[in-house]
């Protein structure tokens, strides 16, 4: 078969399904239409022998079960097989039936590359790589699968060759060259994005950390890529490797090589079924289409679960795009993924403003000094001591103001207090009680006082 260069990776061809052709390595015949992926319907035969235990006993079993499921061994179906959950009332059939329940939720792009590099191998080599490759298979490896592994095969093309057609995955080798269709025939595109574009932010922040600071790191990379990155696991994030001299730029680079197979050719059904719903299914329904789409989630697409979509029409089209590029948003460039960042080391205050409050209103603080007339006495003069207000007088009293003054001090009016008469402090005689008025009817009018406008109170008896 002849390939053409210029032709686009085999998840870019159109079309929806495929006819059910020969994959066996010989065949000339070659795939116009592959499957994007596919998706396990069975369990290996440790985690199905869990439905004969119960209690604590099952503890020591989850531990097989969890090796043969190999790196789809996250998120659902993780939970179900958590010691966590064990206890002396559990029963194996419950953890049975919630691993069939979710274990549709591992899909497989494509073979893992610790498989496909058997092409060519034979002997002792073929026998050292063969359970590698079973166990990145996980719960592909079962059945007619498993049969490719341990028939006792000796020529690595025949086990890849018996792989591909039990799996029912496409060898990338028998896609045919796919010219790309006239704008008119479709603007939908096929492929809509490609982990190599949109790295997770969990695998790209491993880009400027070195050493051993990565192995906590690729842990969390690997969940979120989950089965749509078996290959960049097995390849770039193996947790063995990491040493003192590792680079993180470099596992960031074998990602971006690897991921360039895994692919997103259309929308997990959880999500094509957004179209019809209601705004109140929506609301039930959008977060499994977002779990479902795994690492390819991106910030595009949680904008759309975040914007209030006013119909499930809208938030489909708002998914599309994302992933297509068509929102610009959640695409992971080189340049992207090392910055960081710079998080302001302050932020500005718009403190309120308010008025100075009125001097006479703070308990015991006394007249504002500014606004008493200047009687600081001589050099050579001794300072009299300033007697202590009583305790009412320390209550002080808060003039709200009348008129435009609205409480603000005239120039001068306020200089004069009670305790600056001229009559001094003696409430006893009568010039201190009209000194009194006077003070009050300047205050309030602003004016000198009319002495026949203000009757002299007769002085107390």
Same mark, same amino acid.
């Given at each position: ?48 022998? @869990?439905?004969?235990?119960? /209690? ?44 069939? %329940? ?15 590099? @058997? ?54 080798? %028998? ?35 070195? /050493? ?35 680079? /993180? ?64 029409? =809208? ?11 068509? $929102? ?20 500005? %205050? ?20 500014? @606004? ?8 050579? $003069? ?7 207000? $009583? ?46 008025? =006077? ?23």
């Amino acid at each position: 078969m002849v390939r053409s260069s210029a032709s686009p990776p085999p998840t870019t061809t159109s079309g929806t399904s495929s006819s059910s052709t020969s994959s066996t390595k010989t065949s000339p015949t070659c795939v116009s239409a592959p499957k994007g992926q596919v998706c396990a319907t069975d369990l290996p035969q440790a985690c199905a022998d @869990l439905g004969n235990y119960n /209690g604590m006993i099952l503890s020591f079993q989850i531990s097989a079960c969890k090796s043969a499921l190999g790196p789809f061994a996250v998120g659902d179906i993780a939970d179900c097989i958590s010691l966590d959950t064990i206890t002396t009332f559990s029963k194996g059939s419950d953890t049975v039936e919630c691993l069939r %329940r979710t274990i549709t939720s591992a899909c497989l792009p494509s073979l893992p590359t610790i498989c496909t590099e @058997l092409a060519g191998e034979s002997g002792s080599v073929v026998a050292s790589k063969v359970p590698l490759c079973g166990q990145q298979l996980g719960p592909f490896a079962v059945g007619k699968s498993l049969d490719c592994l341990i028939s006792g095969k000796t020529q690595g093309d025949d086990i890849i060759s018996c792989l591909w057609e039990t799996t029912g995955l496409i060898d990338p080798g %028998r896609i045919c060259p796919v010219a790309f269709p006239p704008p008119t025939v479709s603007s939908t595109p096929t492929t809509l994005t490609c982990l190599s574009q949109q790295l997770p932010s969990a695998c790209a922040i491993l880009q400027n950390v070195k /050493g051993l600071s990565l192995k906590p790191l690729v842990g969390a990379c690997q969940l979120v890529l989950g089965s749509y990155g078996v290959d960049a696991i097995a390849q770039c994030l193996n947790p063995v490797e990491i040493v003192s001299g590792s680079q /993180g730029r470099d596992i960031v680079s074998c990602l971006t090589r690897t991921l360039s197979k895994a692919c997103l050719t259309r929308l997990p059904s959880s999500c094509e079924a957004l179209g019809d719903m209601s705004l109140l299914s929506l609301a039930l329904k959008l977060p499994q289409c977002i779990t479902d789409l795994g690492p390819f989630a991106n910030d595009g697409v949680k904008t759309c679960a975040t914007s209030k979509p006013t119909s499930g029409q =809208e938030v489909l089209k708002c998914i599309t795009n994302a992933l297509a590029g068509g $929102s610009g948003s959640g695409r992971v460039s080189e340049e992207d993924s090392t910055a960081v960042a710079s998080l302001p080391s302050a932020v500005a %205050r718009l403190d309120p403003v308010t008025d100075s409050p009125d001097p006479e209103a703070t308990p015991g603080s006394g007249p504002n000094p500014a @606004l008493i007339p200047d009687q600081s006495p001589s050099p050579t $003069s001794t300072p009299t001591p300033t007697p202590t207000p $009583s305790p009412a007088h320390k209550k002080g009293h808060k003039h709200k103001g009348h008129g435009k003054g609205k409480g603000r001090h005239h120039k001068d009016d306020d200089s004069e207090t009670l305790t600056h008469f001229a009559a001094g402090g003696d409430k006893s005689s009568t010039d201190f009680w009209w000194k009194f008025n =006077e003070w009050v009817w300047k205050h309030n009018h602003g004016k000198e006082v009319d002495e026949d406008a203000v009757q002299k109170p007769k002085s107390p008896a």
